[in-house]
């Protein structure tokens, strides 16, 4: 029989020049990548054998035998792998994870084995094909071989409709071309016997998910050349697939938003585009990664490697970098995580790597961050920490308790400042210090506030304002800075107090200066607002941090608590003093009326009373308690202050 070779060569150029394509234009050696090349390459060796082999097979008078039975076997070979690898392609492409990946691949592999198998025994029974008198003819298995390939279409299209909720559109209108190419071929290959189209399909499903699929620039951050975040995630998943140990290593440019802002657009991405290079540089083109604005990840081979590498860095980035002919130094940290010791899956990866990120934006200057146990510890304790504040907002379960504020001039207790508990039934007590600054965070604190103003609406409801000869004048509520830029605060807080029929006067809202400067617009029309309504407001831990009088002439406040840092420090040293007794005295000019908070012992006390302090919160006066005990606490001691301190 005569061949009519015509499309096989013209298959044979186009992949040809595929591969060239592909190896001019280098490619991000993923998975996907890797299987593609293989399966190229595979695609052009069963091509030209199948050229080969049918010119062979038309002069089988000249060509002799074993020729003839190489080329036909190594053609079948090939056939048979190449559906083989356009399954393990196509797995990749729809991401199959843990237990539904190994099924999946055994489902594929075990065919491809048989296949194989039958293959290497059929020059001895004649399974797909045998020679008689030099001809060749089918073998009694030759329909196995449409099975076979009828199968792995048939895998390849439930692979997708299984993952069609996450696989690309494109791919699916590849997979479905593909399927009417290869059935088209091979219905014209049965009705015209001498036409060789078995690689016309494959040219076709290459050429496809060439163009579609293996987009060299879809991983690659335009600013810096650099692998993007996407990238970074197909390598790290690729990493989990192998036992090696490697190093992710972080570097994060400290303040680059502000610098970018000075610099302007498309300075900053040069500035970019230059450590960007400068990193692919000394780390190699497919292992530096732009994962945001101001950080890079890079893969490192080995944990000497990583030293001896962030030595360099450390060293280039001291010298600074030139941006429109000036230097500009950059603050760098580098954050080492160690593969598979700090982390097995992605997602423990993303945590830790936000926690160090974290830990290291608020480090100052320091520039080397490693996970170790103190971290990884840390870290899942704020995880568990985090669990349980959503389990106790779920449940409504956090506890308020009410410490006393004494008043040094009337000799009792005239207010009460609520403050949350957290027990959780595997950690035990959480101090409010841990789980609020993580509360701040993630948002919950605005929960967590809404649950503490709801009790204290139904406390004072139920005891304390029916009960006046307690004395009590108001009871003071933290407030967060996420509250506080929240332009609906005033509603909540109204709406709550009408609820359970609280006069605003009972309330005090106790807010830290950090919050009061982080919206100072905002913060000044919520004090107005409900100041006219009658709330009053109290500066909060005053001297804890840069205090400065000017926000007290900038606020409305009707109080200022001086913090425990400032009172055990008037004790410490003879500047400090100096500094609270003028602190003092200013603020009492101001007529602001002063608490102090952290008094513990009657020296304290006493010490502060001559200052002319006006109220005083310690556990002196009372630790915080919950309401009942709290309630009898009063009781007692505005009836026998003499108890004070017992
Ligand atoms: P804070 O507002 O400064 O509250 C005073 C803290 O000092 C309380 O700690 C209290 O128990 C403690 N304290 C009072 N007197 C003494 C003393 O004599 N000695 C010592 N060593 N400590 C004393 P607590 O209850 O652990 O609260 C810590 C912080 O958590 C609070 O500091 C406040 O910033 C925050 N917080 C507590 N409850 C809430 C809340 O409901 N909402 C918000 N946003 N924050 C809260
Ligand atoms: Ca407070
Ligand atoms: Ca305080």
């Not at 692979?159 to 699916?172: E, N």
């Not at 083109?285 to 101001?294: A, E, I, L």
């Not at 503490?452 to 409801?461: R, S």
């Not at 309401?627 to 606490?633: A, K, S, V």
């Amino acid at each position: 029989m005569r061949f009519n070779y015509d499309f096989e060569i013209a298959s044979l150029i186009i992949l040809t020049i595929i591969l060239l394509h592909f190896i001019l234009i280098r490619q991000f050696p993923t998975d996907k990548t890797r299987i593609f090349k293989i399966l190229l390459l595979t695609c052009i060796g069963e091509c030209g054998i199948n050229i080969v082999s049918s010119i062979c097979i038309a002069n089988t008078a000249i060509v002799p035998l074993f020729w003839n039975e190489l080329f036909v076997f190594a053609f079948f070979a090939l056939e048979g792998l190449c559906s083989y690898l356009i399954f393990r392609y196509m797995m990749v492409v729809c991401e199959y994870e843990g237990n539904s990946k190994k099924i999946m691949m055994a489902v594929g592999t075990i065919p491809f084995l048989i296949f194989e198998l039958m293959l290497i025994i059929t020059p001895l029974i004649g399974f797909f094909y045998y020679f008689e008198d030099r001809q060749y003819y089918q073998g009694f298995g030759s329909a196995c071989g449409f099975i076979y390939i009828a199968f792995y279409f048939a895998l390849n299209i439930i692979m997708i409709l299984m993952r069609r909720k996450t696989v690309a559109r494109r791919t699916k209108v590849i997979v479905v071309i593909y399927c009417i190419a290869a059935i088209t071929g091979i219905l014209i290959q049965l009705k015209w016997h001498h036409l060789l189209l078995t690689s016309t399909g494959n040219v076709i499903i290459l050429l496809m998910i060439y163009l579609a699929m293996q987009n060299p620039d879809e991983l690659l951050d335009t600013v810096t050349g650099t692998g993007n975040e996407n990238a970074f995630i197909i390598q790290m998943k690729s990493m989990m697939g192998h036992p090696d140990s490697k190093v992710i290593m972080t570097v994060y440019i400290r303040q680059f938003y502000q610098i970018s802002t000075l610099l302007g657009y498309e300075n900053s991405n040069m500035l970019l585009a230059d450590i960007g290079s400068y990193l692919v540089d000394v780390c190699g083109k497919f292992r530096v990664f732009h994962v945001s604005v101001d950080t890079f990840n890079i893969f490192v081979e080995s944990r000497d490697e990583a030293v001896a590498l962030r030595q360099k860095l450390e060293r280039r980035f001291a010298e600074g970098w030139i941006v429109l002919q000036n230097d500009v130094v950059l603050n760098m940290a580098i954050i080492t995580q160690h593969y598979p010791r700090d982390f097995k899956t992605i997602t423990e990866y993303r945590g830790l790597w936000q926690y160090l990120l974290e830990y290291a934006k608020s480090s100052g200057n320091q520039t080397f961050f490693e996970t170790n146990d103190a971290a990884i510890e840390e870290y899942q304790r704020r995880n568990k920490v985090e669990i349980a504040v959503n389990k106790a907002i779920r449940e409504k379960s956090f506890e308020v308790y009410y410490q006393p504020i004494y008043s040094l001039k009337e000799k009792r207790i005239t207010s009460l400042e609520a403050l949350v508990r957290l027990r959780d039934d595997e950690l035990g007590y959480i101090s409010p210090n841990e789980f609020i600054p993580l509360a701040e965070k993630d948002g919950n604190v605005i929960h967590i506030g809404q649950q503490v103003l709801e009790e204290c609406c139904k406390f004072l409801a139920r005891h304390i304002l029916s009960n006046a000869s307690l004395g009590i004048k108001n009871v003071h509520v933290n407030i967060s800075a996420a509250q506080c830029l929240r332009p609906d605060l005033k509603k909540t807080v109204v709406t709550m107090l009408e609820q359970y029929h609280i006069p605003p006067s009972m309330i005090s809202l106790e807010i830290t200066e950090r919050t009061a400067i982080s919206a100072p617009k905002l913060m000044n029309k919520h004090m107005e607002e409900l100041g006219r309504l009658g709330m009053t407001f109290s500066m909060d831990d005053y001297g804890s941090g840069n205090s400065n009088c000017s926000y007290l002439v900038q606020y409305p406040f009707q109080e200022v608590k001086i913090d425990k840092q400032m009172l055990d420090a008037y004790f410490e040293s003879k500047s400090a003093r100096i500094v609270l007794e003028n602190e003092i005295r200013t603020i009492q000019k101001l007529g602001i009326p002063l608490v102090v908070e952290g008094v513990e012992n009657r020296e304290q006390s006493e010490e502060m009373e001559r200052l002319q302090v006006d109220c005083i919160q310690g556990y002196y006066y009372g630790k915080p308690m919950p309401e009942m005990d709290c309630l009898r606490y009063i009781r007692n001691l505005n009836t026998s202050p003499e108890e004070y301190g017992k």
